[in-house]
């Protein structure tokens, strides 16, 4: 469970407006760093919204804390 309140859609808005930027105002290799940047910004803002999430505290699931020595 999270310890401390963490709003997760400012750094996704930011990645969103990065991709509409690099999909629909820039062109060639411009557009491409820039969906590059907007790719790894994706995969960062998903870590920053996941952090401090304990996994311990899940629905459960086929993967979770399953051992084979039951």
Not at 26 to 53: F, Q
């Amino acid at each position: 469970m999270r310890t401390h309140s963490r709003k997760a859609w400012p750094p996704f808005l930011a990645v969103a407006v990065l991709a509409a930027l690099g999909l629909f105002v820039l062109d060639g290799i411009a557009a491409g760093v820039v969906l590059l940047a907007a790719l790894l910004g994706v995969i960062g803002a998903a870590i920053y919204a996941l952090a401090g999430e304990n996994d311990e505290e899940t629905t459960g699931g086929i993967g979770v804390r399953a051992s084979f020595w039951l």
